[in-house]
């Protein structure tokens, strides 16, 4: 686990705790390292958004657990997409 994934952890525990009806979270990363946050959000009643990616264990792991899935690859495209300048 990077330095990263210590501090989008630490966040979103501390933000489950002081953001009174925080009811929805976005991780968007797809590393197994957050499976156990994304349990400790759920335990709160806080629904999980979560980015997937692959087929492999950890992929499903996150899949059954988030309430949502964003798959790595739609929102690859949806980051792709360029606003048309207008005028």
């Known amino acids: 686990a990077s330095?990263?994934?210590f501090d989008i952890t630490i966040?979103?525990?501390e933000m489950?705790?002081?953001i009174k009806n925080l009811d929805e979270l976005i991780i968007l990363s797809f590393d197994s390292d957050?499976?156990?946050v994304l349990n400790h959000l759920q335990v709160k009643d806080i629904d999980v958004v979560g980015m997937a990616y692959g087929q492999d264990r950890p992929a499903?792991?996150?899949?059954r657990l988030v309430d949502r899935v964003i798959e790595k690859e739609?929102?690859?495209i949806?980051?792709?997409y360029v606003r048309p300048r207008r005028g």
Do not use: N
């Open 74 to 76: 739609e929102f690859d």
């Open 16 to 18: 489950s705790y002081k």
């Open 78 to 80: 949806a980051m792709r």
């Open 11 to 13: 966040d979103a525990v």
């Open 3 to 5: 330095s990263a994934d």
């Open 34 to 36: 957050f499976l156990t």
């Open 60 to 63: 499903k792991a996150f899949r």
